[in-house]
């Protein structure tokens, strides 16, 4: 009985130490959010971690230590319910409201009472780390709060969104770093760093009014009027993680908290053989090889103007390569001879195929981090979200060029396929750039599992900067450079002052002895 006790307790205390309890909330139901982080929850469970994952995807078979919580439920599937004119948002205050409006609030309320989450929440469950998406809605801080969780993990599946910056204080600056809803790159000319200035702060007031408020009162809603306001409840969190990477997106300045972790969702060990109709067909066009072409999930591809399918069927007529082309043959109309419809692809495999010459893309990040890890040039048709900004860095770098869908037809697309096919310096370009990409101290896997790892060792406040318990004028020196302005000024005053005062002497006193002297 005792030796038994003993071994319970030795393996309580081996894996005690290092299993921690981890709860993840991913409320968004992007299929490509969740598809980000999935491999960190995987490798956290392989390594010993209890992980509790709420999210609209649950493993299709169970994994050990990974329990799955499923609240696909609580929001409609997301797939293939864009059309292409809904999501085409030219005006980047337009993408701001549509995300903030359609993205935000609105999905607090659904997942924050599925049954599911409330089970976990109401159970007082206790956990030693929470990991939840940072997007348009923080409502899900929340449940940190209410189970006193004491490491917060913020995960982002693009590079930083405005608001995610003053948490840890991250430097966001401007004059260099584009606003996640602008297609700016990371060199401006004054009016484009007017605009993007005024950008910052557009974003960041929106941000507040159109998801922070309403989020608010919802999240009081489930958890009592006495919940901390959300600047509280954010100063919580400890790390952020985030899908940005010097040769995808601009290069930048981060805080100590902040992990840029881009292409966490490439295996380490490279792409999946590719089924083997797909390599067969891959393998036989040697010559002229392949162009991939996908909008990814969430466009719905049979819903391009008519206009827009003839210019792509008279422009792939025209070249020489087979076009792959993700969609459901039944609902297109008649494609060119050269275009196969394909329903699912393994993105990643075709992509690293080494016939597969072009990537036509709305420019999402995943995809476009794929190409590039593929070494493949881009043609970009941006639509919503950050596929502007993304396209933008590429066609700067020179391994891209794009097109407005608003003005697509058969000349532009005509050129822009003949430029990237026939033009070496594209696929060059793509090239090194695949070999930076690839380029790293560690997997971006292993990297991320060890900063979980390394605040479950050393505490929630091991990657904090003072900066971050700052007031905005204290962190901004608004206070000193008030202190400065009005010590000048009364100086300037004094002088002037001082100044007249002796000029007046001076003047009576030759006043008198002009007087004097007459
Ligand atoms: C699950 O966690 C335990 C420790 O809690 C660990 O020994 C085991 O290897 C993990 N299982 C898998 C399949 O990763
Ligand atoms: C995509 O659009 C087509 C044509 O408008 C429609 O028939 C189909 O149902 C749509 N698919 C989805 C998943 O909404
Ligand atoms: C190929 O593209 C590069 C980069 O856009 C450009 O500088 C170069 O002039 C092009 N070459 C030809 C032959 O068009």
Known sequence: MNFLFALTLI??????????????????????HYNVYEPLLKRLAEKGHQVVSVSHFPQKTPLANLTDVDVSSSLPSLIGTMTMSQSDKVYKWLKLKSVLENRGSVICD??????????????????????VEIFVSDCFLSI??????PIVIGTITSVTVPWANDVLRNPEIPSYIPNWFSSYTDRMNFFERFGNSVDFFV????????????SYEIAKKHFGNDLPDFDTLRSKI?????????VISTPRAVAPGF??????????SGPQPLPKHLQDFLDAQGNDGVIYFSLGSQINSSTMSNQVFAAFYKAFEQVPQQILWKCSEEKMPRLAKNVKCIEWA????????????????????????????CGVPILGIPLFGDQHLNMAYFVKKGLARQLNYQQLSYEPLSNALNELLTNKSYTDTARKASLQFRDRPIPPLDEGVYWVEYLIRHGPGSLKIAAADLTWYQYLLLDVILVTIVSILLATWSVYKLCKLVFRRKNVASVSSNKKRM
Request: charged residues 15%.
């Open 11 to 32: 393996a309580c205390v081996i894996f005690g130490v290092d299993g921690a309890r981890i709860l993840v909330v991913f409320p968004h139901q992007a299929r490509s």
């Open 110 to 131: 659904p997942v924050l009472s599925h049954p599911g989450l409330r089970k976990i929440v109401q159970s007082r469950e206790k956990f030693d780390v929470y990991i």
């Open 144 to 149: 940190a709060h209410v189970l006193e969780i």
């Open 203 to 214: 974003t960041k007031l929106a941000y507040r009014y159109l998801s922070d408020n309403p």
């Open 238 to 246: 400890s790390l952020i993680l985030t899908n940005g990477h010097p």
């Open 259 to 268: 992990k840029e972790l881009g292409g966490i969702h490439i295996p380490p």
């Open 346 to 373: 393994p993105q990643l495999s075709i992509l690293c195929h080494p016939n597969v010459r072009l990537f036509i893309t709305h420019g999402g990040l995943l995809g476009t981090q794929e190409a590039v890890y």
